[in-house]
Nanobody, 125 residues
Framework: QEKLAEFGGGSVQAGGSLRLSCVNRGYTVYKMAWFRQAPGKDREGVATIHMPTGGVRYADSVKGRFAISRDNAKASAYLQMDNLKPEDSGVYYC????????????????????WGQGTQVTVSS
């Protein structure tokens, strides 16, 4: 059983919405985040949330369109994606870390210890 399990990927037309869920089944973490990777591109941070405080950070490319949230009771994080664009397509990964620090570097891949398997998001024009 995966300790970070993602749900909710799929295909949608441009302008549509999707909601991703990530369930943490085994780790004590301070931050959960979403990253994405398009074919031929590096993995990039999309959004992160500080689990104790609910503080959030977003990549500039998704500000105003995506919203990350959490439910500590369910040890889960969510990514609501609205007004999706074809360039949002890729594999979306849930990540988590024991590091309690929350700063502008919290969207860097190397700051995260645990990763899910990823879920595909495809946005057609």
């Amino acid at each position: 059983q995966e300790k970070l399990a993602e749900f909710g990927g799929g295909s949608v037309q441009a302008g549509g919405s999707l909601r991703l869920s990530c369930v943490n089944r085994g780790y004590t973490v301070y931050k959960m985040a979403w990253f994405r990777q398009a074919p031929g591109k590096d993995r990039e941070g999309v959004a992160t949330i500080h689990m104790p405080t609910g503080g959030v950070r977003y990549a500039d490319s998704v500000k105003g369109r995506f919203a990350i949230s959490r439910d500590n009771a369910k040890a889960s994080a969510y990514l609501q994606m609205d007004n999706l664009k074809p360039e949002d397509s890729g594999v979306y990964y849930c990540a988590a870390t024991r590091d309690p620090a929350f700063s502008s570097s919290s969207l860097l891949e190397e700051k995260y210890d645990f990763w899910g398997q990823g879920t595909q998001v495809t946005v057609s024009s």
